[in-house]
């Protein structure tokens, strides 16, 4: 008899446990399934490698310790690695012809925590070239398609990891987030993701782009199951300078409190009814300006009435370096990325060019053969910042806006728990519409590069859709450490609507 596992993608993580421990279905057909759905849908040019063997001695190895009765909450459980996570058996990328043949002789610390959960991985996912961009049309192996509608992009960085989570070709995803790579494509796609505080989750064997604001983090259907990821991803690790030790904060699963957290604030009208009383939640002013979309006001307008519904208040506030941010970010993250993608010169890493005449020749031709547009203005950028008398006047003001923005958020923080705002001013545009503009691309990013600079955690969360069948994201932003709080509020959103749950028709 053929068993019918036919909506195995509809369902959250905890159904998939579920669904495993009573062995209605094994981790080696669970992987078999979404491999299958990977396989089948390519044209989405979500993943990069797929390896069915790798996955299906993974996903044996899962059922043996299902089987030892030794697991994890996410024992057995598929997910895909954005390509720029190295991994000793999948080739990794990182988008660039740079890097079209390289395997890693280890693996990520993110990958190694995961893996040891238990979870199997589906392969790799494409996305901008070293995480350089905000529609993924930055991959040199070609755009990703956005589920919701193929002639538009899934956004970026993580445009992969978005795509082949709303099109459910795999339950859960890892991605990464300097200036929004996590929040952007979420939102784009109609899928939930948290970047968490900078330093929690490890950077090590993650492919850096700008190492002071690069950071992992889960995307998955709901909070629910990002708080089950995040567990298992987050942690220090002595492999990574910037690694924050483990707080107590950390020590009971966020997964276990996503409850309870609010129960927890003991005013006298929390309630089922009303779990977030008191609860107040900062609206930034300088968030619903100028360039945002009025239907994406609309929406994230309701997703605040509903929060209120469930008890919380809101508070003005303010974040008046919010433009600035714009500015700042594209000069340090260019300055950090032409320091860190100076490792590519032909000679430790990559491609190398074919013939060459001398040292100098040689490098400067593997690096103009490999490396994109995108990746080559950045380094341009970020050399010129950082060159004697141009540093005091771009990089060293810079650094020094950025403390001021991070004051902004602290000083919000005075006011309220939570910041809530859109993720970007536009749902997902049409493929080529802002490639020949980098400001135009430039410009989308701008409520979502604050909370980077300022290095606290942020998440997207689906609130809504646009005229053109677009998913519109919610962001909301915590204090540093305040992760567990931020998904229990998001938890408690997603109990009460249901934007999250759906998923785009051609992938029912
Ligand atoms: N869109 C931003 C950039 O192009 C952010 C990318 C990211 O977070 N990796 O740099």
Same mark, same amino acid.
């Given at each position: 008899?053929?068993?019918?596992?036919?909506?195995?993608?509809?369902?959250?993580?905890?159904?998939?446990?579920?669904?495993?421990?009573?062995?209605?279905?094994?981790?080696?057909?669970?992987?078999?399934?979404?491999?299958?759905?990977?396989?089948?849908?390519?044209?989405?040019?979500?993943?990069?490698?797929?390896?069915?063997?790798?996955?299906?001695?993974?996903?044996?190895?899962?059922?043996?310790?299902?089987?030892?009765?030794?697991?994890?909450?996410?024992?057995?459980?598929?997910?895909?690695?954005?390509?720029?996570?190295?991994?000793?058996?999948?080739?990794?990328?990182?988008?660039?012809?740079?890097?079209?043949?390289?395997?890693?002789?280890?693996?990520?610390?993110?990958?190694?925590?995961?893996?040891?959960?238990?979870?199997?991985?589906?392969?790799?996912?494409?996305?901008?070239?070293?995480?350089?961009?905000?529609?993924?049309?930055?991959?040199?192996?070609?755009?990703?398609?956005?589920?919701?509608?193929?002639?538009?992009?899934?956004? @970026?960085? =993580?445009?992969?990891? $978005?795509? #082949? &989570?709303? %099109?459910? *070709? +795999?339950?859960?995803?890892?991605?990464?987030?300097?200036?929004?790579?996590?929040?952007?494509?979420?939102?784009?796609?109609?899928?939930?993701?948290?970047?968490?505080?900078?330093?929690?989750?490890?950077?090590?064997?993650?492919?850096?782009?700008?190492?002071?604001?690069?950071?992992?983090?889960?995307?998955?259907?709901?909070?629910?199951?990002?708080?089950?990821?995040?567990?298992?991803?987050?942690?220090?690790?002595?492999?990574?300078?910037?690694?924050?030790?483990?707080?107590?904060?950390?020590?009971?699963?966020?997964?276990?409190?996503?409850?309870?957290?609010?129960?927890?604030?003991?005013?006298?009208?929390?309630?089922?009814?009303?779990?977030?009383?008191?609860?107040?939640?900062?609206?930034?002013?300088?968030?619903?300006?100028? @360039?945002? =979309?009025?239907?994406? $006001?609309? #929406? &994230?307008? %309701?997703? *605040? +009435?509903?929060?209120?519904?469930?008890?919380?208040?809101?508070?003005?506030?303010?974040?008046?370096?919010?433009?600035?941010?714009?500015?700042?970010?594209?000069?340090?993250?260019?300055?950090?990325?032409?320091?860190?993608?100076?490792?590519?010169?032909?000679?430790?890493?990559?491609?190398?060019?074919?013939?060459?005449?001398?040292?100098?020749?040689?490098?400067?031709?593997?690096?103009?053969?490999?490396?994109?547009?995108?990746?080559?203005?950045?380094?341009?950028?970020?050399?010129?910042?950082?060159?004697?008398?141009?540093?005091?006047?771009?990089?060293?003001?810079?650094?020094?806006?950025?403390?001021?923005?991070?004051?902004?958020?602290?000083?919000?923080?005075?006011?309220?728990?939570?910041?809530?705002?859109?993720?970007?001013?536009?749902?997902?545009?049409?493929?080529?519409?802002?490639?020949?503009?980098?400001? +135009?691309?430039?410009?989308?990013?701008?409520?979502?590069?604050?909370?980077?600079?300022?290095?606290?955690?942020?998440?997207?969360?689906?609130?809504?859709?646009?005229?053109?069948?677009?998913?519109?994201?919610?962001?909301?932003?915590?204090?540093?450490?305040?992760?567990?709080?931020?998904?229990?509020?998001?938890?408690?959103?997603?109990?009460?609507?249901?934007?999250?749950?759906?998923?785009?028709?051609?992938?029912?």
């Amino acid at each position: 008899m053929t068993r019918d596992f036919s909506s195995l993608h509809h369902q959250s993580l905890t159904q998939l446990r579920a669904a495993l421990d009573t062995k209605k279905i094994s981790a080696l057909e669970l992987a078999e399934y979404f491999l299958v759905r990977a396989e089948t849908n390519t044209d989405l040019n979500a993943f990069l490698h797929i390896d069915r063997d790798l996955t299906l001695a993974e996903a044996r190895a899962a059922d043996a310790q299902i089987a030892s009765g030794n697991i994890t909450a996410l024992t057995g459980i598929p997910i895909a690695h954005k390509d720029i996570f190295v991994t000793q058996q999948w080739r990794t990328t990182a988008g660039s012809r740079m890097l079209e043949n390289y395997v890693s002789p280890f693996d990520a610390t993110v990958v190694e925590k995961l893996k040891t959960a238990g979870m199997v991985c589906l392969g790799k996912l494409n996305c901008d070239e070293f995480a350089m961009g905000s529609s993924n049309e930055n991959s040199a192996f070609g755009a990703v398609k956005n589920p919701w509608d193929r002639s538009r992009i899934p956004g @970026g960085s =993580s445009g992969g990891s $978005a795509a #082949a &989570v709303a %099109a459910g *070709l +795999a339950p859960a995803a890892t991605g990464t987030d300097t200036g929004g790579s996590l929040r952007q494509p979420a939102a784009m796609c109609g899928i939930t993701a948290i970047k968490p505080t900078y330093g929690t989750v490890s950077r090590y064997g993650m492919v850096a782009f700008a190492s002071s604001l690069d950071q992992g983090g889960p995307m998955a259907k709901s909070a629910e199951d990002c708080a089950l990821l995040l567990d298992a991803m987050i942690g220090f690790d002595a492999k990574d300078s910037t690694s924050v030790a483990t707080l107590d904060k950390y020590k009971t699963p966020i997964s276990a409190r996503l409850l309870t957290a609010f129960a927890l604030t003991s005013r006298a009208d929390a309630s089922v009814s009303r779990p977030l009383a008191g609860v107040r939640i900062g609206v930034p002013q300088e968030f619903f300006g100028e @360039g945002l =979309s009025s239907e994406i $006001a609309q #929406a &994230v307008d %309701a997703a *605040l +009435a509903e929060f209120e519904k469930l008890g919380a208040v809101r508070v003005e506030i303010s974040l008046p370096r919010t433009s600035l941010s714009i500015p700042v970010y594209y000069v340090i993250a260019p300055a950090e990325a032409s320091s860190n993608l100076s490792r590519f010169d032909g000679v430790r890493y990559g491609h190398r060019a074919a013939e060459y005449k001398n040292l100098a020749d040689m490098i400067g031709k593997s690096r103009a053969e490999g490396l994109g547009a995108e990746v080559k203005r950045r380094i341009l950028v970020g050399a010129y910042v950082l060159s004697h008398g141009y540093y005091d006047a771009y990089y060293l003001q810079a650094q020094k806006v950025r403390r001021l923005i991070s004051q902004d958020f602290q000083e919000a923080f005075k006011k309220c728990d939570f910041i809530m705002g859109p993720v970007a001013p536009t749902t997902a545009w049409k493929m080529g519409e802002k490639s020949n503009d980098p400001v +135009a691309m430039y410009l989308e990013d701008i409520y979502t590069l604050g909370v980077s600079l300022a290095g606290l955690p942020g998440m997207s969360v689906p609130c809504g859709f646009g005229h053109n069948g677009m998913p519109i994201g919610l962001q909301i932003m915590g204090n540093y450490f305040e992760e567990a709080r931020m998904l229990a509020a998001a938890h408690q959103y997603q109990l009460a609507t249901d934007w999250h749950t759906r998923s785009p028709e051609a992938f029912q």
